[in-house]
């Protein structure tokens, strides 16, 4: 009998040991891994057009935050009719280079030309495409030694200013750019001003305002300011953990909009002086997603449970209006539409998850719809082009009322094996879609 009761209670340890063993190896996985790059990986083309001179659009995509500082890409014409397909006119999968390069940034487009970094074993990658074609203009690089937890290359997203771009890597490279020949014309790294890198590698998508270029460095500031045309240190403000979400502008008053690791803060756009700093604690300092604003009120949102908030900012004050667990956005970007919000709420690891509309005076839950997954979107022409993690896109309709998706199409990106994270973009009728070493682009408008 005491044999019997040793072999159960073995059998039980064993069983335990499995299950913690299975939790650790799906944690590490979610955590620490880097994606492997599957799929056909092209070498980088020797050849280069030449294009002599940069254009301008009528709805340009320069930034992570797009023209107007609101994730609203000015494009309208959209293509509403899906039943059909749309037509992909180019596609390139040379941009990582190596099984253990995932780069995850998104593109940028001015006119006839398109930014995206790229990654190889040792070095942050930036190419420049045609926006009609996707023929390499020209390729820029630097040596980075970086960490490859998800990845070793670039999360954050370009900023063109003009005929100049300007990249953050995963390491805190902050590097500006010709953007008609790809010149490097300043590099900074903001570990020599007492930068930490954050546990998944900064991820800040710079901001170009006035003459300042922003970026969130972590350590002995939460951010810092550059000048863009020498790349010499204007300002640094607070200190702390740095987030992962891209600085943002709050048009009342034209101050920076800072969520940090630990905080969202309003930090004067001249000086760096902190306004005002309301704390907002996320498991693992995730706060990812852009703050956003309407009128003199504020948005952000986290995932891990935290949810979402609203603010009311005047005469440098901060006051919340509300907060709810009803949108949890883990590291996708929402977007304010008439007075009300479109985000994704849930874990962006599966394709499990809501989109979600709140009501932004007071964040009364709309609707909500597990239909189209998770992932990110891109707003056009009163609609959300939503892309998630599968691959797939969808066509939403950006109204309060209720959730009508009107078009699907089933792996827009067919080399999807692993979460895609990549937002989409939406630029003068054209729409991106990257995943790791890949970038497609699809006709998207109605003509």
């Known amino acids: 009998m005491k044999k019997k009761y040793i072999r159960i209670l073995l059998v039980v340890a064993g069983i ?10 799906f944690l590490f996985n979610l955590t620490q891994r880097s994606e492997k790059i599957d799929g056909r990986q092209g070498p980088i083309p020797q050849k280069r ?10 709805s340009d995509w320069i930034s992570r935050q797009g023209q107007n500082f609101d994730r609203k890409s000015s494009f309208t014409g959209l293509k509403k009719d899906w039943s059909g397909g749309l037509n992909k006119l180019w596609e390139v999968n040379f941009l990582c280079q190596g099984n253990q390069t995932a780069t995850w940034s998104a593109p940028v487009v001015q006119g006839n030309l398109l930014v995206i970094p790229g990654r190889d074993e040792k070095n942050d990658l930036v190419f420049c495409l045609n926006a009609e074609t996707g023929e390499l203009i020209w390729e820029g690089s630097y040596e980075a030694a970086a960490k490859d937890n998800h990845g070793p290359g670039a999360r954050a997203t370009p900023y063109i200013d003009n005929n100049r771009v300007y990249t953050f890597g995963r390491s805190g490279d902050l590097v500006c750019w010709n953007l008609l020949d790809g010149k490097m014309l300043w590099h900074k790294k903001v570990s020599n001003i007492g930068g930490i890198e954050p ?10 305002y006035g003459n300042k270029v922003i970026v969130q460095t972590g350590g002995k500031s939460l951010a810092a300011a550059y000048n863009k045309f020498t790349g010499e240190v204007i300002w640094k403000s607070g200190k702390g953990f740095a987030g992962y979400s891209a600085p943002n502008v709050f048009r009342s008053d034209s101050s920076i909009l800072l969520f940090s690791g630990e905080a969202l803060s309003g930090i004067n756009s001249e000086t760096g002086e902190i306004n005002w700093t309301l704390p907002w604690i996320v498991d693992y300092k995730v706060n990812a997603s852009i703050p956003l604003s309407e009128g003199n009120t504020v948005f ?3 995932g891990y449970g935290k949810g979402s908030m609203a603010i009311n900012i005047e005469n440098k004050k ?4 509300w907060e709810s667990k009803a949108l949890e956005g883990q590291h996708t970007d929402p977007v304010i539409v008439n007075g009300y919000v479109y985000g994704y709420s849930g874990n962006s690891t599966v394709n499990k998850g809501t989109l979600e509309c709140l009501r932004l005076s007071d964040g009364k839950e709309m609707w909500k719809s597990s239909a189209v997954g ?16 599968k691959g797939n896109l969808y066509l939403v309709q950006a109204i309060p009322e209720k959730f009508i998706n009107d078009g699907e199409l089933k792996m827009a990106m067919p080399s999807v094996k692993n979460a895609s994270w990549t937002a989409p973009v939406i630029a003068n009728g054209k729409l991106y879609l990257r995943y790791l070493q890949n970038i497609i682009c699809y006709d998207i408008s109605n003509h």
């Open 16 to 25: 335990i040991l499995v299950v913690i063993a299975g939790f650790a190896y």
């Open 49 to 58: 057009e030449s294009i002599g001179f940069v254009t301008k659009g009528n």
């Open 199 to 208: 546990d998944w590698g900064h991820s800040s998508s710079p901001l170009v």
């Open 300 to 302: 952000v949102t986290s």
């Open 318 to 321: 901060a006051r919340v209006l």
């Open 374 to 389: 998770i992932g990110e979107f891109a707003y056009s022409d009163g609609y959300l082009v939503c892309f998630d993690v």
